[in-house]
């Protein structure tokens, strides 16, 4: 009989869209790739004893908690998943990591960027493993674009586009929520941090920004009759500078009406160039200049398992990945980074970079200069 593996005992704090979301991730991560651990949902904890008992029972915790600071005091959970608002991640990872525990936190990984480096520091000091949740790096065909950019096949690079954008704050109807909190929110840090990630994922580090942001929608119902005002930002944009010498611009919308999940990429450099759209995200289309005359266009790269770990959901091409399934891919990282094999694929550490880029756009755009943001 195989020898049983060591578990790796879950702390789950948030059961929304993100909660649930991880679940997902935890329990495919465990079937799909051989880890070194046994994944164990072994607590839950939500706004109240209601609610937390009945996700249990939904997601299959073996117990659950009103209050997120048990999960921190039980010497059996290994690990704390944090999927809770914004304004609480500090908190929560701070007193995780005081106790010892590894820490998987959804971004952004704090509000500020000064607190986001408390948090990097203080995980560095407690010597344990920790993740933000930018699962859209996980994309194989992220992973084969920036190999061929490395490898020279665009040439050289000369500019970059970048959008992240949808449509869930169109409705100027739609309630304040806690995205809209000057301490918690703004499309820019909501979503332009996944575009940020993505661009310095493939060209590296962004050395100067100069950037735009604004809030289109004044007002928002408060659910108690009246409004409340808004001071973050609905549009966010900036032009890059990246470090290798290439430019490029970025856009952060939550007010795109119709757009439910746009976060694309083009890539220019002197010998082709490639388009992405997470709107079709098994699918990479690239242009190359060594084509023929009369034979030139983009031709799509469709995912498959020549794209690692694409083999290990499915043996056959074109069957395409889920957006779970690049939860599952990022999990499956941390878990190795835990277990030593690996350095961490997106820690702390990288996570107060993104936040620190998100900050400087927004500085740019409230003094009108280009900010250095060179490492």
């Known amino acids: 009989m195989p020898t049983p593996k060591q578990q790796l005992r879950i702390g789950l704090i948030g059961t929304g869209f993100m909660g649930k979301t991880h679940v997902f991730g935890f329990a495919a991560a465990q079937r799909v790739f051989d880890l070194d651990y046994d994944i164990v949902l072994h607590t839950v904890a939500d706004r ?8 249990a029972q939904t997601l299959g915790f073996s117990t659950s908690s009103g209050d997120w600071k048990t999960l921190i005091a039980d010497p059996d959970i290994d690990v704390i998943d944090i999927t809770a608002p914004n304004a609480l991640h500090k908190q929560m990872a701070l007193a995780a990591l005081a106790a010892g525990k590894h820490v998987y936190c959804e971004k952004p990984l704090a509000t500020t960027a000064a607190d986001a480096a408390e948090m990097a520091q203080a995980a560095q000091a407690a010597g344990v493993r ?11 065909l992220f992973s084969l674009a920036r190999e061929m950019i490395r490898g020279g096949e665009l040439g050289e690079i000369r500019s970059y586009r970048g959008i992240h954008a949808e449509d ?22 909501d979503l332009g941090s996944h575009a940020l990630a993505t661009a310095e994922f493939l060209l590296g580090p962004i050395e100067r920004v100069q950037g735009d942001s604004v ?4 007002s928002r119902p408060d659910g108690k009759g009246g409004r409340r005002n808004v001071e973050v930002d609905d549009l966010g944009r900036a032009f890059l500078r990246f470090a290798s010498g290439a430019s490029g611009s970025l856009e952060a919308s939550w007010i795109a009406t119709g757009r439910k999940m746009q976060h694309d990429f083009e890539v220019y450099g002197t010998k082709g160039a490639l388009i992405f759209s997470q709107e079709r995200f098994n699918e990479l289309h690239f242009f190359d200049t060594s084509d023929r005359q009369g034979r030139r266009g983009f031709r799509r790269i469709e995912a498959g398992p020549d794209h690692a770990p694409y083999g290990a959901f499915c043996v056959a091409p074109g069957h395409q990945l889920g957006f779970n399934d690049l939860k599952a891919i990022e999990i499956a990282g941390f878990v190795d980074a835990i277990a030593g094999k690996r350095p961490e694929p997106f820690g702390f550490k990288a996570g107060h970079r993104i936040q620190s880029l998100v900050e400087a756009i927004q ?11 060179s490492q």
């Open 130 to 140: 920790t993740q933000v949740g930018f699962n859209y790096l996980c994309n194989p």
């Open 48 to 55: 109240s004893e209601e609610l937390a008992a009945a996700a």
């Open 215 to 218: 809030t289109v929608i004044a």
């Open 168 to 189: 869930y704050m169109a409705d100027a109807e739609s309630p304040f929520t806690f995205r809209h909190d000057p301490a918690g929110g703004g499309a820019l840090a």
């Open 363 to 373: 500085r740019s755009g409230l003094e009108g200069r280009w900010i250095d943001t």
